[in-house]
């Protein structure tokens, strides 16, 4: 590993959310109520059958965002009490922190939401002497291009991948 955002879920479990971890051969994941991620420590396969006993049976490594909330500053903005636009912190690896749930509802783009948000989040990540960094899907051009203009580069683009623990067929009687 040469920099600690080539791994940062891994780097967030074994840092400074290593008390979210749920721990297993090698792979840790975040406990299913904060969020869906997982990581190996070395990319073996043992350790990825490991990552079964994490996940429930018949459950899967999916977004369970009940408790997101919980992992950093969040803000958004309301128009007429709904909310139309949120941006947050999430993974905490290392040094740098993640800018995540950037959405703006369709009704209320092209108002800056997202962009003043993710700046106000990132204005605080800085105060605390951190480094902000942030994913997307390789498909979402327009968020790429958001955070493009704000002065974020693309570093790398990651495999993302989805484990689920296969549910056991009943005995037929």
Not at 31 to 57: I, K, N, R, Y
Not at 119 to 137: D, M, N, W
Not at 145 to 171: D, I, N, S
Request: charge should be positive.
């Amino acid at each position: 590993m040469d920099h600690l955002l080539d791994r940062p879920i891994w780097t967030a479990l074994t840092t400074r959310q290593t008390q979210l971890a749920r721990e297993a051969g090698g792979v840790r994941r975040f406990a299913p109520a904060f969020a869906p991620f997982a990581a190996s420590a070395d990319g073996t396969s043992e350790s990825f059958a490991a990552l079964a006993t994490l996940v429930p049976e018949g459950g899967q490594v999916v977004i369970q965002q009940e408790r997101a909330h919980e992992l950093g500053r969040f803000v958004g903005v309301r128009h007429e009490g709904r909310l139309v636009a949120m941006a947050g912190e999430r993974m905490k690896a290392g040094a740098y922190t993640e800018v995540s749930g950037v959405c703006t509802h369709p009704d209320a783009r092209g108002k800056g939401y997202a962009a003043g948000l993710m700046r106000e989040i990132a204005r605080g990540v800085v105060a605390r002497g951190e480094t902000p960094f942030l994913h997307a899907f390789a498909d979402n051009a327009g968020a790429i291009a958001l955070y493009e203009k704000l002065g974020y580069v693309v570093r790398w683009r990651p495999l993302l991948m989805v484990f689920q623990h296969a549910t056991q067929p009943k005995p037929e009687v």
